[in-house]
């Protein structure tokens, strides 16, 4: 059977800052039984975008403004919080780590009804230790 996806966007966080942007949304899959447990998962890459797992939806929008480019997470720190739900696995929590993609990944996984997790999600300049922008993000799993 193939997979359900909804979609819809929610509020978005702080307005950006210089380069950055984090815009939240919502991130959904659910999966037939026939798949075993379905994940959700969510990555912040050195490249300054945001990917997530394989049958999640929506794409999300890039972290840095400009979109894809090499090497830019150097200049970066990323920091989660749960605010909500499960908590997810992954990347630690409430600390500060460079945005790498699989060093910089949270997920939650169902193997059954709905489970959700809501992220706030902050960056800040890894050199001057300001924030430069914030957003939350919510990611669902639902095993059909």
Known sequence: MPYLVNQ???????????DV???????NGA???AFGNYN??????????VSVSSGVSPTPDPWYIAGSTAGIGNDYEIRVTNTGGSVPGGSPLN???NPNG??????VSSSGPLVSTTLFVEIRDEA?????????YILTADKL
């Open 95 to 97: 600390t500060w780590i």
């Open 8 to 18: 819809y966007k929610v509020g978005a966080g702080s307005a950006p800052a210089l």
């Open 31 to 33: 999966g037939s039984a």
């Open 21 to 27: 942007q984090l815009l939240g949304g919502t991130f």
């Open 102 to 107: 699989l060093g910089s990944a949270w997920s």
């Open 128 to 136: 001057t230790q300001t924030i430069q922008t914030s957003g939350t």
């Open 40 to 49: 959700a998962t969510i990555f912040f890459n050195q490249n300054g975008t």
